[in-house]
């Protein structure tokens, strides 16, 4: 079968992994003050930043309707045998169930809840370019990878808390609590949301290392296939201090660093750092 590949641009993926794969992404809209903007597009995580920095209010991403979504899948459909959608998890967006809606005039279409973000929806998205090479089946492709979605673990660990508080996810207490005991939370994605699942004390650098190790060591349950460095803006100290901790902890055989896209920025803001594996 000639299978297509889909996705959200919430899938984080670099312009290098999208172009070796021949992933083709649909870019969500982001709001910034009155003006609308396509991810990845005609704006970037930098201009979220700039517009936030000099006083502008947070950002926010739409999902796609269904009638974008009908437009998109019909791009592909008399070029391929089937075609393959992955959206960002239903628990953060509408996407799934607007393309799941749209998929009804498309036979040839399966669409998949990645049940994550970022690239958390990455790994399933190029799971499902591994699979597609040799699928003769596509429902059995779309069961092996919604099965696949439960193997994903997606955390991040936050630098601050500006953009949860303006984003009314985090009390302005609870901020000036965490910023004074130097707390650094790590959220997770479990069961298709988000939540704080510990929170670590001191240096961002240093944070990040013990929170690597959490992650990564001693796991007799980790794939040391693929592990992805996720990251809003970090300094160099930061950044270098993960990839060190990824080299001692973990045993992957590909490491992909990637900056994480609109819809990570818009709600975590900068200094945000996740590490990104699969689950055997």
Sequence with gaps: MKIKILSDSTCDLSKELLEANDITLVPLTVVKGNEQF???????PEDIFAHVAAGGELC???????GEYDEFFARFEDDYDGIIHINIGSGFSSCYQNACL???????????????????????????CRLAKEATDLDQLA?????????????????????????GRC???????????????????????????????????????????DRLAERGDVDGNTLFITYTTVNDECYQAVTDAVAQYGNFQN??????????????????????????
């Design 38 to 44: 396509k991810d990845g597009v005609t704006i970037t």
């Design 143 to 167: 069961d092996a990878l919604r099965a696949y979605t439960e193997r994903i673990e997606a955390s991040f660990v936050l630098d601050q808390l500006k953009y949860m508080v303006k984003g």
């Design 102 to 128: 749209a998929a009804e005039d498309h036979p040839k279409v399966r669409v998949i809840d990645s049940m994550n973000l970022s690239t958390g929806q990455g790994l399933v998205v190029l799971e499902a």
């Design 171 to 213: 009390s302005s207490a609870a901020a000036l609590g965490a910023n004074l005991l130097n707390l650094k939370p790590c959220i997770e994605v479990k069961n298709g949301k988000m939540s704080v699942v510990k929170k670590y004390r001191g240096n961002y650098a240093k944070c990040l290392i013990n929170y690597v190790k």
């Design 255 to 280: 490491i992909y660093h990637t900056v994480a896209g609109c819809t990570v920025s818009c709600h975590c803001g900068p200094g945000t750092l996740g590490v990104l594996f699969v689950r055997k």
């Design 60 to 66: 926010s991403t739409t999902a796609n309707n269904m």
